[in-house]
RNA sequence: GGGUCCGUAGCUCAGCUUGGAUAGAGCACUAGCCUUCUAAGCUAGGGGUCGAGGGUUCAAAUCCCUUCGGGCCCGCCA
């Protein structure tokens, strides 16, 4: 149970009302208390003024969970009892926050096609669906990670146009996949569309020279991925072809004309969803062939069978947000209900200052690009602040400074908004960013480090007084209602801001408050307040993937 | 035309789900702070008709309606 939850019984209790825990709202900065009862609710029921019950309620005890509560004009505000939560973190360390949800979620992410190259677009994919998956994992759900390869259709076709007439010589030793990326490029300015629809249609009739360079291509493709997602710490539990699923549908859509969901029009077999307000869209095209909603719908319907799933959750752009729509509903229509429970995380795209990406145009940000860049930068501050450390250890604070500031980059914005991705800036790691969040952990960590006291939650908790250390710990109460919420809405945002938040009231805590003293009690209790910082600020970088370094 | 998302400080954005206290951060700019736990840090300063108009309410950046500007989507792409 979160602490708002139990503040609001013992509120209830006493005061012998039925309140919702959601009539509780934080006060505008940390030292008016944890929470405040905004008095107004109550007035017309107990025809006082809102200003006379926070006062009234003020003079009455409350159970221990309650450490204070204090009348702010129409507000009562509420301290929690500091001990109960330092205490609390100190015994659950990693776990604290966790909660007990048992549903079986699949989460389909990253969705890189092969044959082009992996750009900044698919790492905000990729860096938001491993933190929503992360975020659900710890709210105690069964996740299965899954991303999805879209192997056929006119970009392989291009690409392998490319291969045959663009002679471009293969790099010795070298990322093939990337390679291939910027040939695909060069052959949607240079080729010709009949040329591309020739090499489509050989590959559709399993043309011996084409399916092999296919093969070949797709294979260093995915090596590429691997080998980015290998970067980001990141593994699927399982990876979906599209090929596998080209003929599957039609048994659906079968089904799906006998249940009159779908019906002939015009040679092509059609679905009317006007009356959801979800338009008409095309299943089987007049050619027979099937569309891309009947691969994603028998694939939906696989899923759901074979692994027995409570919900799916489906990351992509928001450009396809009527086609999820569509998507849900022909599953309802088919007799689903776990379509009420699948949910499409949409997202913004990744524009550049000077527009859009697309990788036709070649106007894009590729991930070993970016990578490449920052390291360089990386470099030289790295060998200005730690020219003593070994150049493995050199190079595992380069990755995890990197990782954070991109990974941060990518989620901190809310999700339905687009990003403009200025290089520039991305190469900043000052001010509201990852590394700024990983530096207060380090500080932290070298505090704990240079004491020479042991860590023991059986301290003096009345030495921890300052309003610094007041604030740094009202906040590092909400860390399981942040993370609980972040996980429901599918906003890793949310866990973002705050970790920025309790960054700032530990630097603020930090400049205040020495820790290593002449006072041992009173480092006894800072050092215990830090070990609880380091202890949210290493859960919550973990559940945006971010790891968490000892020193940077 | 229909749908959807966005519009808050010079710039990038929080806050809107669930209305509530002086609308918050960062960047940039100005002035300070390293003999003291990592200065990738901290302190102070200026900077706002919350796109506009109306409505609901004791109370609106937040809810409702209208409107303007921008992105994206709307039967043979994915």
Not at 32 to 50: E, M, R, V
Not at 201 to 218: C, I, N, P, V
């Amino acid at each position: 149970m979160n602490y708002k939850k139990k503040v609001i019984l013992a509120l209830n209790k006493e005061i012998k009302e039925k309140l919702d825990e959601n009539v509780l709202e934080l006060p505008p900065n940390e030292s008016l208390g944890d929470y405040a009862l905004p008095c107004f609710i109550l007035s017309k029921k107990l025809k006082k003024s809102p200003i006379e019950i926070a006062k009234k309620l003020e003079s009455k005890k409350f159970p221990s969970i309650i450490e204070k509560t204090k009348a702010v004009g129409p507000y009562l505000n509420i301290y929690l009892n500091r001990k109960h939560i330092i205490k609390e973190i100190f015994k659950e360390k990693e776990n604290y926050g966790k909660g007990n949800k048992k549903e079986k979620i699949m989460i389909e992410f990253s969705n890189p096609n092969p044959f082009k190259g992996f750009h900044i677009g698919h790492l905000r994919n990729t860096v938001l669906g491993e933190s929503i998956s992360r975020l659900l994992k710890f709210q105690g759900n069964k996740v299965i990670p899954v991303n999805y390869y879209n192997d056929t259709g006119k970009h392989v076709a291009k690409c392998l146009w490319g291969l045959e007439n663009l002679k471009v010589s293969k790099p010795e030793d070298k990322d093939l996949g990337e390679w291939l990326g910027k040939i695909y490029s060069q052959a949607s300015i240079k080729g010709k569309e009949e040329e591309f629809s020739i090499i489509h249609k050989k590959l559709e009739e399993k043309d011996k020279k084409y399916t092999k360079a296919f093969k070949q291509g797709l294979s260093w493709s995915e090596e590429h991925f691997n080998n980015i997602y290998k970067d980001l710490n990141i593994t699927f539990s399982k990876i979906y072809y599209d090929s596998d699923y080209l003929d599957t549908g039609k048994k659906i859509v079968n089904n799906l004309i006998k249940k009159k969901v779908a019906k002939l029009d015009e040679g092509a077999i059609i679905a009317d969803l006007e009356k959801y307000k979800l338009n008409t869209l095309i299943l089987t095209r007049s050619d027979g062939t099937s569309m891309y909603i009947t691969k994603d719908l028998s694939m939906a319907i696989d899923r759901i069978n074979k692994f027995k799933l409570d919900s799916s959750v489906y990351v992509v752009g928001s450009e396809q947000k009527l086609h999820f729509q569509q998507l849900f509903k022909l599953l309802e229509l088919y007799g689903y209900k776990q379509s009420k429970k699948c949910y499409h995380l949409s997202y913004g795209l990744v524009n550049l200052p000077e527009g859009s990406m697309s990788s036709r145009s070649g106007n894009i940000v590729l991930y070993k690009d970016l990578k490449r860049k920052l390291f360089k930068l990386l470099d030289e501050e790295i060998n200005k602040r730690h020219n003593n450390k070994s150049k493995s250890e050199k190079q595992k604070i380069k990755e995890d400074i990197f990782s954070a500031a991109i990974r941060f980059d990518m989620v901190l914005p809310d999700t339905n908004k687009e990003i403009t991705f200025d290089i520039k800036k991305s190469i900043c790691f000052e001010g509201d960013t990852g590394p700024y969040i990983q530096y207060a952990h380090t500080r932290a960590s070298s505090i704990l480090k240079k004491s020479k006291e042991k860590i023991s939650d059986k301290i003096n908790y009345r030495l921890l007084s300052k309003k610094e250390e007041q604030n740094l710990i009202s906040k590092l109460a909400l860390f399981p209602e942040i993370t609980k919420n972040a996980a429901e809405q599918h906003k890793p945002n949310i866990v973002a801001q705050y970790l920025l938040r309790i960054s700032h009231l530990f630097s603020d805590f930090y400049h205040n408050c020495p820790c290593i003293s002449e006072d041992k009690d009173l480092e006894k209790a800072r050092l215990l307040l830090v070990f609880c910082t380091k202890q949210i600020l290493s859960s919550g970088l973990y559940l945006l993937g971010i790891n968490s370094p000892e020193e940077m």
